[in-house]
């Protein structure tokens, strides 16, 4: 099984990926180095990202199915046009997960509750573009088309 837990800063998925990759006895991974950093594989390489992905893909995932990622495709895209770097493989790369076993997971806390925990662990500078942030993750969420689930992570 391919889990991906998906969400932005602050929004509670390396919590539920961790807790989830413990209680399932499945490898964690996440963008920091925490054992691989898949967004790693594409900087600065984004006409070869679908490529990078989908061959990590195919040689790792076939050896093992039993991953939970911290962070994966939807996080790449929303970043990255954030930064005003253009990415048309969202397709692409899904249509690769979906030959595996696999459950998108976006944790997605209310407008509020993320805003307030930003301020808290970051600062009052670090909300700047929020709200735009958190609706991009919410259009890729419902592009997805993926096995997945919304969680309704903290609230205040």
Do not use: Q, W
């Amino acid at each position: 099984m391919f889990i991906i837990v998906e969400g932005m800063k602050c929004s509670g998925k390396t919590t539920v990926a961790k807790k989830l990759s413990d209680i399932l006895e499945m490898k964690y991974f996440n963008e920091r180095g925490e054992t691989i950093c898949f967004n790693n594989l594409a900087k600065g390489e984004t006409r070869n990202l679908v490529a990078k992905y989908c061959t990590y893909l195919e040689l790792e995932f076939a050896k093992l199915f039993d991953y939970c990622v911290d962070r994966f495709h939807i996080s790449e895209h929303v970043y990255r046009k954030i930064n005003f770097e253009t990415i048309d493989y969202f397709e692409d790369i899904e249509s690769k997960i979906m030959e595996i076993p696999h459950l998108l997971l976006f944790c997605c806390p209310n407008y509020e509750s993320l805003l307030n925990k930003t301020i808290e662990r970051d600062g009052i500078d670090a909300t700047k573009n929020l709200r735009i942030t958190y609706n991009m993750f919410l259009n890729f969420y419902k592009r997805s088309k993926l096995n997945k689930r919304k969680i309704k992570t903290y609230e205040n």
